[in-house]
């Protein structure tokens, strides 16, 4: 069961390039790493999702190092917008797996002008 | 192209009563999940679905019951209410296709049990 670890909170400025980093060391060969958005009164949103390496789509970009046993969400010139709640999940989905889906605690961002 | 939606929006319980929650999508996704979301904190799973007619416990199963009669249905039950229950309830489904999954989440069911 491969539980995650992230910062509590964090804070930057308009403009300013954000790396949040989600420590998994249990994580199994046949997880997947997925990042959510979730903003107050709203469920989440998908943001992004990847296996190894990098990941880039228009939103944000993704980091696994090889070991796996972290992962870096990057997201480019945030605005006051991305202000939310990130979650790092790690799964396999299929099945049965689908039960060991944990969101943790998540990581509240706060973008100030 | 509705996605996910939820009923009731809002609900308030009084202890011992009960409650149905219904989920809806029309993504033709095989995979549905209730969560629940307590104050500052995560979700965490209840119960999901892998299709139709099935159903399976998650990490907090207990005083909850789901059934999933159509695909495009997920239904979570509350036989008899406690102020533990007092939460935000989302569902989500997803297509799983293959080794990865997105999962797509309603707005969400604010209920109060006093």
């Known amino acids: 069961l491969a539980k995650t670890t992230q910062p509590i909170s964090m804070d930057s400025y308009e403009g300013q390039e954000v790396n949040i980093t989600c420590s998994h060391n249990?994580?199994?060969?046949?997880?997947?790493i997925t990042w959510y958005q979730q903003f107050p009164s709203q469920g989440p949103r998908f943001i992004i999702q990847g296996y190894k390496t990098k990941v880039t789509n228009e939103v944000a970009s993704l980091f696994i190092p090889a070991d796996r046993k972290s992962s870096t969400l990057s997201l480019p010139r945030v605005s006051l917008s991305d202000t939310a709640v990130y979650y790092c999940l790690v799964a396999s989905y299929k099945g049965s797996s689908a039960s060991k889906i944990i969101f943790g605690s998540g990581t509240r961002l706060s973008i100030r002008p | 192209n509705a996605g996910v939606t939820q009923t009731p929006k809002f609900r308030v319980l009084k202890t011992g009563q009960s409650m149905t929650l219904l989920c809806a999508q029309d993504m033709n996704h095989e995979y549905m999940y209730w969560y629940r979301q307590d104050p500052g904190m995560g979700l965490r799973l209840i119960h999901y679905s892998v299709g139709e007619g099935t159903t399976a416990k998650g990490e907090v199963p207990d005083g909850y019951n789901v059934s999933r009669l159509k695909k495009q249905n997920f239904l979570l039950g509350l036989e008899s209410a406690a102020p533990s229950q007092t939460s935000v309830y989302f569902c989500?489904?997803?297509?799983?296709?293959?080794?990865?999954?997105?999962?797509?989440f309603g707005p969400g069911t604010r209920l109060t049990v006093l």
């Open positions: 249990n994580i199994a060969t046949n997880d997947y």
């Open positions: 989500a489904s997803s297509p799983v296709a293959g080794k990865t999954d997105t999962q797509y």
